[in-house]
């Protein structure tokens, strides 16, 4: 009799918490008036709450741009990278223990949107939500405030002045084991007034996006052949990159194990991650995964033009780790990360 597993990268399921409850409010309003852009400083609040005795480890917090931010007039856009949230501060009640801070969380301090890809505010945290109060249905709350950014560059100046835009944005709280707990949209209201300053210029603009096909990848072993060959799946054509500098691509898992509902595990460094690319010239590294950060790629700028990557995700013949492993479904959450080399 052959065991399945299956291995899910970038997919998340979505089942009910009954513990912890998510709710979250804006301040959606910002005015740009400066080619320096512009910060909300209390654009956003996540509330997380719940009643009793619960310990939720490793839970995060995603962010994600549900469609283009379009002015009102639908003739403009701006690009999703150009917006970007950072954490402000933490406040609420826990027993025995305070709620904990945002350091003890372990959150990025800028997360910068990206058009068609889920991105984390909380990337898996290190601090649990936990509570043990004296009284049997004791309160927790924990509320977490962002700041929103416009970044500044000479391309605000290319849209008329007292333009209006809104970006949807639906923001997604996970348990350790990717079960959604709670989901919300709001939509952020952003308005270019008169701009004052000179544009500045050589600022570093860079894009990167999935294809819709590569977001959720999936590895099976299905057979007595996949546990003595390994498996592989490549998505063509699935990374696409624009940048008007030099750039790199770095690759992580926000986990450092693949997961099961039953809470069975396998190492994330048992799959291998390598991209390539027929559309320009470009170094490319191949890897294990692994929640530290790795450089998967060095591009030279694109000139205006888009480059696009081919992901091959696999395993090694033979891997005992697949062999002793338990019939299961496991799954694990990588971010994939471009900056200026």
Same mark, same amino acid.
């Given at each position: ?42 654009? $956003?609040? +996540? ?47 826990? $027993? ?30 290190? +601090?649990?939500? $936990? ?9 927790? %709350? ?23 835009? $809104?970006?949807?944005? !639906? ?7 990717? %079960? ?8 952020? !209201? ?10 500045? &210029?050589?600022?570093? !603009? ?31 054509? +699935? ?39 027929? &559309?320009? %010239? ?18 030279? +700028? ?36 471009? &900056?200026?080399?």
């Amino acid at each position: 009799m052959i065991k399945t597993l299956s291995l899910v990268l970038l997919l998340a399921g979505q089942f009910l918490y009954s513990q912890i409850s998510y709710y979250s409010w804006i301040n959606s309003y910002l005015q740009i008036n400066s080619y320096d852009g512009n910060t909300n400083p209390d654009a $956003y609040t +996540a509330m997380l709450s719940g009643n009793g005795n619960f310990n939720v480890p490793s839970w995060r917090l995603s962010a994600r741009l549900k469609q283009p931010i379009r002015s009102t007039d639908g003739n403009y856009t701006i690009p999703g990278n150009k917006i970007s949230f950072h954490p402000v501060s933490s406040s609420g009640q826990a $027993y025995p223990n305070p709620v904990p801070t945002i350091p003890q969380i372990g959150m990025p301090l800028n997360v910068i949107l990206q058009e068609g890809q889920e991105v984390f505010l909380v990337p898996s945290s290190n +601090a649990p939500l $936990y509570n043990q109060p004296s009284q049997p249905n004791g309160y927790y %709350n924990l509320q977490i405030k962002f700041s929103l950014t416009v970044m500044g560059g000479a391309y605000l100046g290319s849209y008329p002045a007292w333009m209006k835009f $809104y970006a949807p944005v !639906e923001f997604t709280l996970y348990d350790q084991y990717n %079960n959604v707990i709670g989901k919300m949209s709001h939509d952020f !209201e952003l308005q270019i007034g008169t701009l004052s300053g000179i544009p500045p &210029t050589d600022i570093p !603009e860079m894009s990167l996006t999935f294809a819709p096909s590569a977001q959720n990848a999936l590895l099976e072993f299905k057979s007595m052949d996949d546990y003595s060959n390994g498996v592989s799946v490549t998505y063509n054509n +699935a990374l696409i990159v624009k940048s008007n500098t030099n750039y790199q691509i770095k690759l992580k898992s926000l986990q450092s194990q693949f997961t099961s509902s039953f809470g069975n595990t396998i190492p994330i460094d048992a799959v291998k991650m390598v991209l390539s690319s027929t &559309t320009a %010239n470009t170094n490319v590294f191949p890897i294990s995964l692994s929640p530290l950060s790795q450089l998967v790629a060095k591009g030279n +700028a694109t000139q205006g033009n888009t480059v696009n990557y081919d992901i091959k995700y696999s395993t090694t013949h033979n891997d005992e780790i697949f062999i002793n492993a338990k019939s299961d479904d496991y799954s694990a959450t990588l971010q994939y990360e471009i &900056t200026p080399q």
